[in-house]
């Protein structure tokens, strides 16, 4: 049994033209977000931007979109987003933008209505934290960041 969820998304004024969020395949877990950039926008080598979407979402409690990157545009381009997975919050309701950055060798030219990234919703567990003096013991213990060798 798949959980369903009743998102709300609204299309902001001087966007008709852009795309909203849709998923390219029946299987996809991810909705392709759309550039709405006025005129080109070109991102050098190194360079990171901000890029418009277009529309804002309403999301109810309990849920999450995370933006990731596009695999081609990171493969094919060196074009990946920052603080990914970028986390919007069911109560935000601005426009959704994607922070891009330029890994790859040569610019690239964000064109309006392009495929930029795509966007992820979880399910976000209610979580209650509770102060302890004292954690139980694992076999790893505090053992972190590659702790367990390269093999």
Do not use: W
């Not at 550039?35 to 418009?52: C, H, I, Q, W």
């Not at 493969?75 to 919050?89: E, H, R, V, Y």
């Not at 992820?120 to 102060?131: D, G, I, R, T, Y």
């Amino acid at each position: 049994m798949s959980l369903s969820y009743l998102v709300q998304i609204n299309r902001l004024p001087g966007n008709e033209d852009i795309e909203l969020p849709r998923k390219m395949s029946e299987l996809a877990s991810g909705f392709d977000l759309y550039a709405a950039v006025e005129e080109d926008f070109v991102l050098k080598p190194g360079e990171r931007g901000l890029v418009p979407t277009g529309f804002a979402l309403a999301m109810p409690a309990g849920l999450e979109a995370q933006i990731r990157p596009r695999s081609g545009l990171a493969l094919k381009a060196g074009l990946t987003c920052l603080n990914t997975p970028g986390t919007i919050d069911a109560d935000y309701r601005g426009e959704i933008k994607v922070l891009l950055i330029n890994l790859g060798q040569e610019p690239f030219t964000i064109k309006r209505n392009e495929r930029i990234a795509q966007m992820v919703f979880q399910a976000v567990p209610a979580v209650e934290l509770q102060q302890v003096d004292v954690l139980s013991e694992t076999v790893r213990g505090s053992g972190g960041f590659g702790h367990t060798g390269r093999n």
